[in-house]
């Protein structure tokens, strides 16, 4: 229950509550609970009078700024390898992979080669790669070229080491390329939907006749790598209507047999029919499900090897009292096959906000505008208790979405909301469980560190 800045919650006769603007959270008396949830409209107790003077002393959740302090380093850098794609997914927002264009094309290796001197000639190194679609593995011989090619480029100039990453459907793995991923430390995230009923509902193919067993053959044959593997999953409709106390477990531990390091699930934003999720009340109640899920493995298991990064990221946010930036836009570039440049995919899809092409740009200009884009200045956001922990605020989709870039996309609010919710619930019932609660520390130190080795990048 939200009371002004106070959450508050009671669970089996004890009483709890969190301070939006601090981060303090405790166990409290019920009579401070009772003059908390009253809004103080009666006299109140000494030992509330002393936990306001806490929390007003305290010093408030700080705010970072959207753009990295890493220097005059580049943060991402995207490439539009394909905009072809083998699958049909249903929800897709980029049209079936093609982002509306009437003559799609794939990247070359010198459109490769020519936006990575762009980008060094403005900044003096590049932190993150990735390679996006479409489908970008359609054009892997382009890739493996271009990666050959950069590796030797920042070794012969000095220049810092790129995460480099790839976001795949995973249909085209195969030997060939699972060795080249693993030899070139490339991290992959992977798409896939969960049990083979509802993936293949979603996800569509006119070769395959399974998208999901052809994927989990490929991850389980071809793909050995040490580097991290994330993996994303869409929640749509066919999840909502295959949805039962149990399915949520059944969900990931089906997942858990190609070995993932992390996980996130992303609601469906579309007006597909078939996908369009039609019950806000059985999302609200997947979200609190995943939550669960991953609290009863961290406090009770002794190590955890993988998580929902939306778990990871709130929990990491409450018990460190620490701002999630907002979207890193104004430190992201975006290349197409044409060499056209945009901040990120999703300002690709809606052809707004174009920086330029890599012969001619105007970035500073817009950079400076998205670099002061805020989501505390949206009304909507302000009254959230989420606003200081909300790592799903898409400057790019807002765009797409709602044609409005401080703005807000109504399914990405509710599974933030509820992902927060669930987990100060599940704080609450194990903060004074030492046993448990070191168990709960030690396995999220271990994730928090792994996720520190990638950049994982999103395809939103």
């Keep these: 229950m939200k009371v002004n800045d106070f959450i508050l919650e009671k669970i089996n006769n004890n009483h709890y509550f969190y301070s939006i603007s601090t981060g303090a959270i405790s166990k409290i008396s019920a009579k401070i609970y009772m003059d908390l949830e009253n809004s103080f409209t009666d006299a109140i107790s000494e030992d509330t009078k002393n936990l306001m003077d806490y929390i007003y002393n305290s010093p408030p959740i700080k705010k970072k700024h959207s753009k990295t302090d890493s220097g005059n380093y580049l943060g991402n850098l995207v490439f539009i390898s394909s905009e072809f794609c083998n699958l049909k997914c249903k929800y897709c927002f980029v049209n ?7 003559k799609p094309q794939s990247m070359s290796f010198e459109c490769y ?3 990575v001197e762009y980008v060094l000639n403005k900044h003096t190194g590049i932190k993150n790669i990735c390679f996006f679609g479409g489908e970008p593995l359609i054009n892997f011989k ?15 100039n000095g220049l810092i080491s790129s995460n480099i990453g790839v976001i795949t459907n995973g249909t085209l793995v195969n030997e060939k390329i699972g060795k080249f991923l693993e030899e070139n430390n490339i991290n992959v995230t992977l798409s896939i939907d969960g049990p083979k009923s509802i993936n293949d509902s979603g996800r569509v193919s006119d070769v395959f006749s399974s998208v999901y067993d052809k994927v989990i053959f490929n991850f389980k044959n071809f793909y050995f790598s040490k580097k991290l593997l994330a993996v994303e999953s869409t929640i ?6 295959n949805y039962n106390q149990n399915a949520v ?8 047999q190609i070995n993932f390091d992390f996980i996130a699930f992303l609601p469906a934003v579309t007006e597909d029919k078939d996908t369009k999720i039609s019950d806000i009340n059985i999302l609200k109640k997947i979200y609190s499900d995943i939550v669960d899920y991953y609290f009863e493995l961290l406090s009770n298991e002794n190590s955890i090897k993988s998580i929902e990064i939306g778990v990871l990221g709130m929990i990491h946010g409450i018990i460190g009292k620490s701002y999630i930036g907002n979207c890193a836009i104004a430190n992201s570039l975006l290349v197409t096959p044409r060499g056209d440049l945009y901040p990120c995919q999703a300002f690709y899809e809606s052809k707004t906000y ?28 302000q ?4 606003k200081y922990l909300c790592g799903t605020w898409c400057v790019g989709m807002n765009n797409a979405i709602n044609g409005k870039m401080e703005s807000t996309i109504n399914l990405s609010c509710i599974a933030t909301q509820t992902t927060m919710e669930r987990t100060l619930k599940n704080l609450f019932k194990i903060i004074d469980n030492k046993e448990k609660y070191n168990k709960f520390i030690k396995n999220i130190q271990y994730l928090i560190k792994l996720q520190d080795n990638a950049k994982l990048v999103s395809k939103k």
């Design 96 to 102: 079936k992979g093609n982002y509306h264009q009437t």
């Design 113 to 115: 080669k020519e936006a």
């Design 142 to 156: 382009e890739i493996q070229k271009f990666i050959k090619y950069y590796r030797q480029l920042v070794k012969i």
């Design 236 to 241: 749509t409709n066919y999840h909502i209507k």
């Design 249 to 256: 477990a059944k969900w990931i531990k089906d997942l858990e």
């Design 354 to 381: 174009q920086i330029g092409n890599l012969k001619n740009d105007k970035d500073v200009i817009i950079y400076e505008e998205l670099a002061n884009l805020d989501r505390l200045n949206v009304p909507k956001c």
């Design 383 to 386: 009254n959230c208790i989420a």
